[in-house]
C-alpha cells in the first residue's frame, strides 16, 4: 500500500484491502424487515442439477446458439425461501468462455425461477447470434503450446514485479478457455453526446473478438507482501492479454482495542480455552471460526489458546512485544469480535450462513508479518490475514473484518471479476459489508434487521493514526482519487477507486441526498422531484444489494447491469413500482447510471 495515497492497495486492497428473460415472473414482494431472506444451508441433488442443464441447453436454439454451445454448473448456495441459486458457466466445444454465464434460480421442484445472464458467447459458432462472421463461426480449441508455457510466462511477469525470490503459496495452475476480448461501443442515440455528458446507460460492452487463452492463477509471496494474480495467456502465442490482482480482505471476556470489554466465544479443551468459537460455523480448516496467530511471519500459524478465558488488554500491540501476552491476544479480540458480529448479522438479518451460504467455517489469522499496513482475503485458504499497521493501527477494526468477510461472500457468489468496473463494484460490495456490520455491531449485534444508525459512513476510521478515513461513503471524492459518480474512464481506474460512485450510491439508498450544492451529500445529476432524494433504510438498502449481488449478479457486471438488477432485486422484494424501487433508479441517478425519476407523494 501506498500510504500518502490513502489507497487499500492489493493486498490491502482487498482490506477495504470471479440477458435472458426470466423464465417466470417475479415473486410477489415478501416481508423484508426483519425476516431473513436465505434459506438454510442445502443443494441440489447431481440428478436436479443434471436435469437444469438440460433445460438450459434446450434453449440454445431460441438465443441462436448451434449446439456447440453448452453450460456447466460452476457453483450453487442457497437462494430465497426454500430456492436454490445456480451458476452455470458458458461453454463453447466444452471450453468456458469467460465472463459469460447463467445464473438461475430454481424452487424445491427444479423449476427455473429466474435467469440473469451475461452473455459474451453469441458470437461463437453458425449460429443465428453470431455477428462475427466467418472469422468465428469454427472457433478453433487447440492449443499451440502446453499449458505450463503459459504458467511460466504469468510467473515471469510476478517475478519481474516481486523479485526473484519470490515463493508458491500454493503451485500455479491453468484453465484452457475462450477470452472475449471486450470493447465499449455507445448506443443508439448517444452517438453525438460530449464525451462528459455520458451517462453509464450511454455505453455498453460488446466482444471485439476471441482469444484461446489459459487462465493461470499464481499465488506467490515475497518477503510479507503476497503477489496473487489471475493472467490471460494466449493459448497461441504466449502473450499477456490481460492480468489483475487476486487478493480481496463458552463466552469468554475480551478487552479489544477498539470496542471495550467485548463477549467472545471460545471453547474449552484439555485445561486451556481456545480462540475457537464452536456457534458459528461447522468444518473448514479448525472445525469452527478460528482465531490464529502468524506471530510476525506471512503463515496462519497456530490457534490462539489461553489458560483462562479472559483476554487481551485493549491496547495496540508493541512491537516487538509477546504475541500471546495480554497485549499480544488484543489483535485476536478485534478479530474474533469481528467475526463474530460479521457472521451474526448475515445470519440473523438475512439467513446467509458464514461466507458461502453452506456453513463452512473461516478463520482470521493476526499478527500477520511485522509492523503490517495491511490486510486481505485470500483465496486459497478462504481466510483473512491482519496485520498490525506502521502507519495505521492495528487493522482488525469490525468494518474491516466485515469488508473482509465481504469478499468471501463475493467470491462464493457473484465472484465479481477484480478488474474494471466489476472490480470496482467488488470492492463496494465489501464496503457496503463492513458498514453494515459496523451498524449491527455498535447496536449490540443482536436483532434481525440492520439498524439505521451506527456506522460512522466512512472506512478505517478507527485504524487510521491520524484520524483520516480510508474512505468516505457518502463524498468519496473526499480521499482526492475517487471519483463521486460514473464516467467513462472509470473502468481504467484502480478497484479501490472506481467504488466510490456505487458507495455514494448505497449511501444515497439507505440514508438520502440532500439539496445544498455546497454540501457533501448533493447530487448535480438529481433533477426530478423532490431535489434531495429519500432513503430506504440501511436495512432494506443492503437486502436488496444482497439480493442482487448473490442471485443476480455475473462475474462481468458493470454498473449499468448492476442499476438494472438491483432494480429487479427491489421489486422482486417490494413490488414493481415500490418505493424502494424508485429509491434504487434514483440512487443510481444520482451517480449517472441511469435517468432520475419523481418520487411519488407521501
Known amino acids: 500500500m501506498k500510504l500518502p495515497t490513502r489507497l487499500l492497495a492489493t493486498p490491502l486492497g482487498v482490506l477495504i484491502a470471479s440477458s435472458c428473460a426470466a423464465a417466470a415472473p417475479p415473486a410477489a414482494p415478501t416481508p423484508a424487515v426483519g425476516t431473513p431472506m436465505m434459506s438454510a444451508p442445502a ?94 463461426a469454427d472457433f478453433r480449441v487447440k492449443p499451440s503450446m502446453p499449458p505450463k508455457t503459459a504458467i511460466d510466462a504469468a510467473v515471469g511477469a510476478t517475478l519481474a514485479a516481486a523479485g526473484p525470490d519470490a515463493t508458491h503459496v500454493t503451485p500455479p495452475s491453468a484453465e484452457l478457455l475462450i477470452y472475449p476480448v471486450m470493447k465499449s461501443e455507445r448506443v443508439a442515440g448517444a452517438a453525438a453526446k460530449p464525451e462528459e455528458e455520458l451517462n453509464a446507460l450511454d455505453v455498453q460492452d460488446v466482444v471485439d473478438h476471441y482469444e484461446l487463452a489459459y487462465l493461470v492463477r499464481t499465488r506467490m509471496v515475497r518477503g510479507d507482501h503476497p ?27 475480551g478487552k479489544s482495542q477498539y470496542n471495550g470489554e467485548v463477549p467472545i466465544s471460545t471453547t474449552f479443551a484439555d485445561g486451556s480455552y481456545r480462540m475457537l468459537d464452536p456457534e458459528r460455523g461447522t468444518g473448514g480448516t479448525y ?72 456453513n463452512t467455517a473461516t478463520y482470521i489469522a493476526v499478527h500477520v508479518n511485522t509492523a503490517y499496513d495491511n490486510a486481505y482475503y485470500s483465496d486459497t485458504c478462504r481466510c483473512m490475514f491482519i496485520g498490525d499497521g506502521s502507519s495505521f493501527n492495528s487493522l482488525g477494526s469490525v468494518d474491516v473484518i466485515g469488508h473482509e468477510m465481504g469478499h468471501g461472500v463475493t467470491a462464493a457468489t457473484s465472484s465479481l471479476v477484480y478488474s474494471g468496473e466489476s472490480g470496482g463494484l467488488n470492492e463496494s460490495s465489501s464496503d457496503i459489508g463492513g458498514e453494515v456490520v459496523e451498524a449491527y455491531a455498535r447496536a449490540g449485534g443482536k436483532g434481525e434487521s440492520i439498524p439505521l444508525n451506527g456506522n460512522d459512513w466512512m472506512l478505517g476510521t478507527e485504524i487510521a ?44 439508498l439507505a440514508m438520502g441526498s440532500k439539496a445544498d450544492k455546497a454540501g457533501d451529500y448533493y447530487s448535480k445529476y438529481l433533477v426530478k422531484a423532490p431535489a434531495a432524494m429519500t432513503g430506504i433504510g440501511t436495512d432494506k438498502a443492503f437486502r436488496i444489494w444482497f439480493k442482487a449481488n448473490t442471485t443476480k449478479f455475473t462475474s462481468s457486471t458493470n454498473y449499468a447491469d448492476a442499476r438494472a438488477k438491483m432494480v429487479e432485486a427491489a421489486q422482486e422484494l417490494y413490488g414493481a413500482g415500490s418505493r424502494e424501487a424508485i429509491a434504487v433508479q434514483r440512487a443510481y441517478a444520482a451517480i449517472n447510471v441511469g435517468a432520475d425519476v419523481d418520487e411519488p407523494a407521501p
Do not use: C
Not at 471450453?95 to 438461475?104: A, D, I, N, Q
Not at 497461441?236 to 463458552?250: E, F, Y
Open 465 to 508: 493514526r491520524d484520524g483520516q478515513p480510508l474512505r468516505w461513503m457518502y463524498r468519496p471524492s473526499k480521499d482526492g482519487s475517487s471519483p463521486d459518480a460514473w464516467s467513462s474512464s472509470l473502468k481504467r481506474l484502480d478497484v479501490h477507486y472506481s467504488s466510490g460512485p456505487n458507495n455514494r450510491m448505497f449511501y444515497f
Open 227 to 253: 503477489y496473487y494474480h489471475d493472467t490471460i495467456v494466449s493459448a497461441n502465442d504466449g502473450r499477456i492479454l490481460d492480468r489483475w490482482s487476486a487478493l480481496q480482505t463458552v463466552i469468554g471476556v
Open 43 to 136: 443443494a441440489q441433488s447431481v440428478s436436479a442439477t443434471a436435469a437444469l442443464v438440460s433445460k438450459l441447453t434446450q434453449g440454445r436454439a431460441a438465443r441462436g446458439l448451434d449446439n456447440n454451445h453448452g453450460f456447466t454448473v460452476a457453483q450453487q448456495h442457497p437462494g430465497v425461501q426454500g430456492t436454490q441459486v445456480v451458476r452455470a458457466a458458458h461453454t463453447y466445444k466444452g471450453l468456458r468462455v469467460f465472463g459469460s454465464e447463467s445464473v438461475v434460480v430454481v424452487d424445491a421442484q427444479g423449476s427455473i425461477v429466474s435467469e440473469s445472464a451475461s452473455e459474451r458467447r453469441l458470437h461463437l459458432g453458425r449460429g443465428a447470434a453470431n455477428r462475427l462472421g466467418a472469422a468465428t
Open 287 to 358: 472445525g469452527a471460526m478460528a482465531i490464529t496467530n502468524a506471530n510476525g511471519t506471512s503463515n496462519a500459524g497456530k490457534m490462539y489458546t489461553h489458560t483462562e478465558n479472559t483476554w487481551g488488554d485493549g491496547r495496540q500491540y508493541i512491537r516487538g512485544g509477546s504475541t500471546l501476552d495480554a497485549n499480544g491476544q488484543t489483535a485476536a479480540v478485534n478479530a474474533m469480535w469481528g467475526l463474530m458480529n460479521t457472521y451474526d448479522a448475515l445470519k440473523n438479518a438475512l439467513g446467509w450462513h458464514s461466507l458461502d451460504g453452506k
